[in-house]
């Protein structure tokens, strides 16, 4: 029976494909269809130009956000189904907007086109009785923490509140939760879906399986997802905050986070993030070097945590790391210590991501090569800040996924503990573009040669889910630097590739079986697509 419903689905998709025509509509006779089918739904910066300089400035980084010809606000499933048929048809290009904090240019918003604006779809519920949590992709995660929070509930998410829902989850998903639950795609029991013919269609573990897997890391390659039920589960409070040291404490971080990804099976409650960031502009070049560690403990708890939960016991005061500067560690609610890691925008940022082995001496020689590279006694440097980050990544995340189902990042191949490396580079002028381009260019490419000298590089690169440390002019007179969210591995890098042959293969068949007319390829050109992922080779569609 099974196999003739999926047969069944199968022909239906193949029959109602929609056809992108050689001829396609312009994008202004895009808007004003959309206009007509969907007034007050729809703006411009010829109409309604509040609405639409808001929608612009909704997005994190100042070098994504594009000015489209329109975009368009639907309210609800119904309203994105239509449009999509409506833009499908008519040959319209167009970018989807969740949160708007990625920052590959295009990803999430068109220059010459039209932009869906999810932030409308923002509601979130919980079904106390089956444990699902109900989330459409316009909310960010504080409301989903928020809503959950009040009855002691709990899903793996963002670990800054104001990333949205719906691009972090589809990218994969890191989270505080990720040793105990895997990353956040793989704790979503049903996705609803729009296809790039109109369809509405719900994917799950019983009901197009295959389109189930292969939205849990593809972004926006499938499809536009409008409802995820995630897995909830009963959280009350929990210890974490972040630690400020000094310069002299590195070679006993290093020694302490290599010792933690190693160990984080032994207590998987924990979750750790290693960051540096350097301001050239601060005058104290004590200061203009600062470490911070991201602390989280998510066992329940219910008083004052008086010593470093387990493990962390190797950055505890009384270790070779010894005390903190400053922190602020404490027990709060999820809500709390996740608004902690917002910071404001209006900065120009490059991301860059690689993946390797979590080896002591390979740790240290990335380290060594970092310091030259970038030069930290330099004050006239053209970045407002420069930052690097240390992720765990050890398998035990991989075997929790696989426990769920699987997903399609293509960790699965990796035996061994890793770590997730990104080098974020912020500056406030467009004159500096291609000299922050060259500088990123540079310091990965060094480690990149180091890293496969060593045979420690993997072709895992993390698409999403990063916070990183944004330490502002603006936020400078703050004892403990203020961190934030970002999402999106470089637009010169190869994130699907990154994901394996095998993982590929299955958005790649996913794509042709659900998105016949391939209008995710075609009419949505932003963000990592499948068209030479892996091989630097057009798709073959």
């Known amino acids: 029976m099974k196999s003739l419903i999926n047969h069944a689905v199968a022909a239906y998709l193949a029959g109602t494909a929609t056809v992108v025509h050689a001829a396609a509509s312009t994008a202004a006779e895009c808007c004003d269809l959309l206009e007509k089918s969907f007034p007050g739904k729809t703006y411009s910066g010829s109409d309604q130009q509040n609405l639409y300089q808001a929608f612009v400035s909704s997005y994190w ?13 639907p309210a609800n499933t ?29 990803a999430s918003n068109i220059a010459k086109g039209v932009t869906i604006d999810l932030g409308r779809m923002t509601e979130v519920s919980l079904n106390r009785q089956t444990k699902i949590a109900t989330v459409q992709p316009g909310a960010k995660w504080a409301d ?18 104001n990333v949205g829902v719906g691009g972090l989850t589809s990218g994969g998903g890191n989270s505080f939760f990720a040793a105990r639950y895997g ?6 029991k049903l996705f609803e879906v729009i296809l790039g013919n109109g369809t509405i269609v719900q994917a799950d573990n019983v009901t197009n399986t295959d389109l189930f897997t292969a939205l849990k ?16 589960f009963e959280q009350t409070d929990l210890w974490g905050g972040t630690a400020v040291y000094g310069q002299k404490t590195v070679p006993a971080q290093i020694k302490a986070f290599y010792e933690f990804t190693r160990n984080l099976r032994n207590d998987p409650f924990g979750s750790l993030i290693f960051l540096w960031s350097y301001i050239p502009t601060v005058p104290d070049e004590a200061q203009r070097l600062t470490f911070v560690n991201l602390y989280e403990y998510t066992a329940n708890l219910t008083g004052p945590v008086l010593t470093y939960p387990p493990p962390f016991k190797g950055f505890a005061p009384d ?47 990335v380290v060594g090569i970092l310091k030259k590279e970038l030069d930290y006694s330099k004050t006239d440097a053209f970045y407002a800040y420069a930052s690097v980050q240390f992720q765990p990544l050890p398998r035990l995340f991989t075997e929790k996924s696989i426990a769920s189902g699987g ?32 500088l990123a260019d540079r310091v990965m490419g060094n480690l990149t040669t180091y890293l496969q000298e060593a045979r420690a590089l993997k072709d895992f690169q993390y698409l999403n889910c990063r916070e990183i440390l944004s330490l502002c002019s603006s936020q400078q007179e703050s004892k403990i630097p203020a961190l934030t969210w970002m999402i999106d591995a470089s637009e010169s890098q190869d994130p699907l590739g990154g994901y394996g042959p095998a993982a590929l293969a299955k958005i790649k068949a996913a794509s042709k079986k659900y998105d016949a007319g391939q209008v995710f390829q075609k009419l949505v050109p932003g963000g990592f697509k499948l068209a030479g992922a892996g091989s630097g080779t057009e798709y073959d569609d």
């Open 61 to 73: 980084s100042v070098n994504v956000r594009l000015t489209p010809n329109c975009a368009v606000s």
């Open 407 to 438: 997903n399609v990042l293509g960790l699965d191949r990796y035996q061994d503990d890793n770590v997730i490396f990104l080098l974020d580079l912020a500056w406030g002028d467009a004159q500096f573009d291609a000299k922050a381009r060259s």
């Open 319 to 365: 270790s070779p790391v010894g005390p903190p500067i400053v922190d602020t560690l404490r027990v709060a609610n999820l809500s709390n210590l996740t608004a902690e890691l917002n910071a404001p925008p209006e900065l120009r940022n490059l991301f860059e991501t690689l993946t390797f082995t979590n080896d002591l001496k390979v740790l240290n020689e």
């Open 183 to 188: 990353f956040t795609c793989d704790n979503v």
């Open 217 to 232: 890391g593809s972004q926006n390659n499938l499809g536009i997802i409008t409802r995820f039920d995630f897995i909830a």
């Open 78 to 106: 119904k309203d994105v189904a239509a449009i999509v048929g409506l833009l499908s048809k008519n040959s319209c290009q167009f970018a989807v907007k969740s949160g708007g904090h990625g920052l590959v240019q295009g």
């Open 144 to 161: 989903v923490y928020s809503y959950l929070g009040t009855f002691g509930y709990a899903v793996p998410g963002g670990r800054a509140g």
